[in-house]
């Protein structure tokens, strides 16, 4: 990319992760594009599709969960290291109003480039709850697919009841009893 180019680029994804922290997840993306300085037609030849500035402004993001999946494979208690990960998966999801459903459609269209934020997710789930299974913690029926949609449900009903700070929590817990051994 020519220096312009890749300022443009940055431009676009800081103006983006502070326009989705404010408006959510379907924000306009001219309103984004205009913030960064550049007309609309700069934004599409970067990221023709909102779900691609989508997948690239999360992409800190899904590091650092993967990351720390990686932390947590190791884990003494592998139940405790799978909650402990799937509370950061809600706490990520929960992050930008709107995601948690853009998430969810994106677990069932694979050609979507929110998918590209899933599939590492779903590798580094399934190493946990793998490891919690073995320690006969989990159901051998559980899937990390629906360990994850079970995420995106909770964000997204805690996104619609902002008022009830510890909505998630409680969600979570109920579903964990659901899933135990």
């Not at 990960?85 to 929110?114: N, V």
């Not at 994850?148 to 109920?174: G, H, Y």
Request: aromatic content about 4%; some cysteine; charged content about 30%.
């Amino acid at each position: 990319m020519r220096a312009d180019a890749r300022r443009n680029h940055e431009r676009l994804l800081v103006e983006a992760r502070g326009t989705f922290a404010e408006q959510g997840a379907d924000a306009s993306l001219e309103e984004i594009a205009r913030r960064a300085g550049v007309g609309i037609g700069t934004l599409y030849r970067h990221f023709p599709s909102r779900a691609e500035l989508l997948n690239a402004v999360f992409q800190e993001a899904l590091t650092a969960l993967v990351r720390r999946s990686a932390e947590l494979a190791e884990a003494e208690e592998p139940c405790r290291a799978l909650v402990e990960w799937l509370r950061a998966l809600i706490a990520h999801a929960g992050e930008y109003r709107g995601l948690a459903h853009a998430l969810m459609s994106a677990s069932y269209d694979r050609s979507s480039a929110l998918a590209g934020c899933s599939e590492p997710l779903r590798a580094a789930g399934e190493r946990l709850l793998e490891r919690a299974r073995e320690s006969g913690q989990v159901r051998a029926d559980v899937s990390i697919g629906d360990l994850m949609q079970l995420t995106n449900a909770i964000a997204l009903a805690a996104e619609q009841c902002p008022e009830d700070v510890e909505l998630a929590d409680r969600l979570l817990a109920l579903t964990l009893r659901g899933i135990k051994d």
